[in-house]
């Protein structure tokens, strides 16, 4: 067993509690050379080495190792971070046992839910670990397609706001912000799902992850009028999944509910007016599914 613990990740790597032997000595003597940059001319920076010590157990073909990883991200740049984990699947497909904890959507594959062990500390309440099962396999896809790093915090948010598009995600901060609040500070992520028909699959992945969320989506009719069938569909698939508490529907869509006339230029002219907008003039189906968020991140 290796144990990387954070407070070394500009140091010596490893935490050491006694001797090391077998593949773990293996191991820490990688680390050892990554970190010294022999063969490049000098000492290497230790987020460096890290990668340049996994790629090495890599090509060393260890088996057998348990390698324990405090956020394996420290001082690594997106990309670096990418290919870390993919080195980290690697050396676990190889024949290891690799644990991290990671604040990092970069560490979290949304296609392998049954991997992830989602820990909280909530005061008064201890702390509660929760193994989520698995998407089906066609959600599973989608979901691997559609869920960016971007989109990935949601599996570090308090709650989740899902929007339909990026209009809806340039404003939602001004109306927190109109109304007294911090979607950052309350750790609310406002997650922008591609389009309407991609709704139903977030509040999926929400519920299979246990975070609260709100749905905010078009109507797209006018109250007194049905929906053409495919909208229809949508929105019925929408209210099965989250329920009427956890969805404020937008009549006849986002554009009448916010006043904004047209369709063209449309971020642009909402981040515009939603900029300067006065706290009395946000249209309640926005105040409200600011309220409802909120409760469930303070919940």
């Not at 000098?42 to 260890?62: K, N």
């Not at 405090?70 to 676990?92: D, F, V």
């Not at 690799?98 to 992830?116: D, Q």
């Not at 309640?284 to 409760?295: G, I, K, N, S, Y």
Request: aromatic share 6%; charged share 20%.
């Amino acid at each position: 067993m290796l144990f990387l613990g954070g407070e070394h990740r500009t140091g010596s790597l490893v935490t050491r509690s006694g001797d090391l032997a077998g593949v773990a000595r293996h191991a820490d003597e990688l680390l050892a050379v990554a970190l010294s940059g022999r063969g490049t001319g000098g000492s290497a920076a230790a987020p460096a080495a890290l990668v340049a010590a996994i790629e090495a157990c890599c090509r060393a073909a260890i088996q057998g190792l348990v390698l324990l990883i405090e956020e394996p991200e420290l001082y690594l740049r997106p990309q670096a971070q990418r290919y870390l984990y993919r080195l980290l699947r690697e050396l676990a497909q190889a024949g290891n046992q690799v644990i991290y904890a990671t604040h990092a959507p970069a560490f979290l594959n949304v296609g392998r839910l049954e991997e992830l062990a989602l820990v909280e500390h909530r005061r008064g309440q201890g702390t509660t670990i929760l193994q989520p099962q698995p998407l089906p396999t066609a959600e599973g896809f989608r979901a691997v397609n559609e869920v960016d790093a971007e989109r990935g915090e949601l599996f570090l948010a308090r709650a989740v706001l899902l929007v339909e598009g990026r209009t809806e995600k340039l404003v939602f901060p001004f109306v927190f912000q109109r109304l007294g609040h911090d979607a950052d500070r309350e750790a609310i992520s406002i997650v922008e799902c591609g389009g309407k028909p991609n709704l139903p699959l977030f509040a999926q992945i929400c519920d299979a992850i246990g975070v609260p969320y709100v749905v905010v989506h078009d109507r797209d009719a006018p109250a007194g009028r049905e929906p053409i069938q495919a909208e229809r569909a949508v929105n019925a698939a929408i209210a099965s999944i989250a329920g009427p508490e956890r969805t404020v529907v937008l009549t006849p869509d986002f554009e009448a509910a916010a006043g904004l006339h047209g369709h063209s230029h449309k971020p642009e002219r909402a981040w515009q007016s939603f900029s300067a907008i006065e706290p009395g003039d946000i249209p309640e189906p926005l105040a409200e599914a600011v309220r409802r968020v909120l409760a469930a991140a303070r919940d």
